[in-house]
C-alpha cells in the first residue's frame, strides 16, 4: 500500500485548499486538520480534483470562507444528531414534507449551510469520498466502455455526481432531477463554472410521480433513499424511468444522522432488499465507513452503493 503520510499540499499548486486548512486551523477548531489528513489518506489525484471543484465554485477568498463556514456549521450540526443518534439508536421521528419545508425548500440553509458543507463532505469525510470513486471506476467507467451518451441523475443534491459525469465523458449529455429550487440553482452554477453546460439539463420534478420520456439507458441516485417515508415505492418509481438493459448507481447513508434523514438504514444489507423488492439485480456493491467505533456495538454512519440492473 502506498504510503501517503509525508504528503503535503503545496501553495503554489492547490492555493485554495490551502486557504479552506488555514481557515479551518482558524476559526473552526473541531476540524483544524481534517484537509491534511485528506491528503496525507488519498494522495494528489484527490488534491488535484478537490482544487478544481473549489475553484470553479467558490472562485474568490471570500467564497471560500463562506463555504467552509457552511461545512462546520453542517458538521457540528451533524455531529450532535450523531452524538443522539449513538445513545437512542433512532432517528427523530420526521415526515418527508417536514424535512422538505425545513431543509430543501429553506433557499438561506440550502445555499449557505447544506448544500456547500454537502459538497465538501464528499471530499473531506472518507466514506464520502471513497463512495466517489467507486462511481468512478466501476460506473463512469462502464458508461465509457459502453458508450454512453446520456445519463439521468435523480436527486441532484449539489450536483457533483452528474458534473463529475460530464468532465469524464465529453459526448454525454445528462438531466437533472430534483425537488428543491436550492439544488437547482447551486447545480447549474456548477456546471456552469466547470464549462459542461450546454449538456445538461436541470427539472425541478418528482421523476416518480410521472416517469420520462424517454427512458434512461443510466441513472444515478445517491443518498436520497433514507430521505423518504416509503423507499421502496420510491425505487419502483425509478425502475419505470430505465429502459430494458438499465444500469443505475445507487446509493443510502447508513446509521447517519442528519436533519433529513427518515428512513434508518442499519446495515447495506437492508438496502439491497428494499432493491430487490422494487425488481433490481444485484451487479456490485460497496460499503465504507466514516471512522472507526468508539466502542463495540456504537453504530457508525457507512455509504453504501450499488450497480443494479
Sequence with gaps: MRDTTQYK????????????AETLRTNHRFA????????????????????????A??????????????????????????????????????????????????????MQEYLPGLL??????PHHYRQLQFFD???????????ATSFMEVGIGTGL??????????????????????SKLFTEAQVTALGVENRYHVELRDVTAVPMEPKTDWLVCVE???????PVAFLRGLRRNMAPGARAFITAALNAAHADHIYLYRNADQVLAHLMEAGFTL??????????????????????????F
Design 57 to 110: 465554485l467558490f472562485p474568490s477568498a471570500e467564497a471560500i470562507t463562506a463555504a467552509v463556514k457552511g461545512y462546520a456549521i453542517f458538521a457540528m450540526h451533524s455531529m450532535r444528531l450523531q452524538a443522539v443518534f449513538e445513545r437512542d439508536f433512532q432517528y427523530k421521528t420526521k415526515t418527508h414534507e417536514q424535512a422538505s419545508s425545513e431543509v430543501y425548500f429553506n433557499e438561506k440553509h440550502m
Design 32 to 55: 483544524a486538520d481534517i484537509v491534511e489528513r485528506s491528503a496525507a489518506l488519498f494522495g494528489e489525484q484527490w488534491a488535484i480534483e478537490f482544487e478544481r471543484v473549489l475553484r
Design 224 to 230: 436520497v433513499l433514507e430521505h423518504l417515508d416509503d
Design 9 to 20: 499540499l503545496d501553495q503554489t499548486k492547490f492555493p485554495v485548499l490551502v486557504q479552506m
Design 283 to 308: 451487479e456490485q456493491f460497496f460499503v465504507a465507513a466514516a471512522y472507526k467505533p468508539s466502542a463495540p456495538g456504537v453504530p457508525v454512519p457507512q455509504a453504501a452503493a450499488f450497480i443494479v
Design 161 to 182: 455526481y452528474s458534473s463529475l459525469l460530464l468532465r469524464k465523458l465529453p459526448s454525454v449529455r445528462g438531466i437533472g432531477l430534483d425537488i428543491s429550487p436550492s
Design 120 to 125: 465538501l463532505s464528499h471530499f473531506l469525510w
Design 137 to 147: 471506476s466501476a460506473f463512469v467507467q462502464t458508461m465509457r466502455v459502453a458508450g
